[in-house]
């Protein structure tokens, strides 16, 4: 195997392409930084590491990633397993719900993290997470579509 360190890369008479199986920071392994001008970003923190597209009146997943299985729980609520672990539950986390069915009235939401019985928390792990959702009714309810994506450090 041979390795290239490289400075400095300038391209010659337009665009360039670098074809790569991995990536690896320097310092630290798992770190990677984007200079944009005069601001650094770490680029895994804008890849999301999960992602699930849920028909959660099937139930059936549609598309996802790190993603063991999804079970649903009872009317309105439903529980996500990942498959590689977060390093913390603090992992950034956002969920959509699309309607109740064709031609209704669009969800009332969701609600991440909750109980329908008691509306109370239910704290994630670093492999799981739960979802609530409410019809346009605001009574709990199996909508059609649930879509959650996850940015965080994975272990």
């Known amino acids: 195997m041979s390795t290239i360190k490289v400075d400095n890369y300038l391209t010659r008479g337009g665009a360039s392409e670098i074809a790569i199986d991995k990536l690896k920071g320097v310092s630290t392994s798992d770190?990677?930084?984007v200079q944009?001008?005069?601001?650094?970003?770490?680029?895994?923190?804008?890849?999301?590491?999960?992602?699930?597209?849920?028909?959660?009146?099937?139930?059936?997943?549609?598309?996802?990633?790190?993603?063991?299985s999804v079970t649903d729980t009872a009317v309105g609520a439903y529980a996500a397993s990942i498959t590689t672990a977060y390093a913390d539950i603090?992992?950034?986390m956002?969920?959509?719900?699309?309607f109740d069915v064709n031609s209704q009235a669009?969800?009332?939401g969701g609600q991440l993290h909750s109980d329908n019985a008691s509306g109370n928390e239910v704290p994630p792990s670093t492999?799981?997470?739960?979802v609530r959702?409410?019809?346009?009714?605001?009574?709990?309810?199996?909508?059609?579509?649930?879509?959650?994506?996850i940015h965080g450090d994975l272990t």
């Open 133 to 149: 959702t409410d019809g346009a009714s605001a009574a709990s309810k199996d909508l059609k579509y649930g879509y959650t994506t």
């Open 127 to 130: 492999l799981a997470y739960r």
């Open 31 to 33: 770190v990677i930084n």
């Open 36 to 68: 944009t001008g005069s601001v650094t970003t770490v680029l895994q923190l804008g890849i999301a590491s999960h992602a699930l597209h849920f028909n959660h009146q099937t139930p059936a997943i549609i598309k996802s990633w790190n993603t063991a």
């Open 90 to 92: 603090n992992y950034i």
């Open 94 to 98: 956002t969920n959509s719900n699309n």
């Open 106 to 108: 669009d969800a009332a």
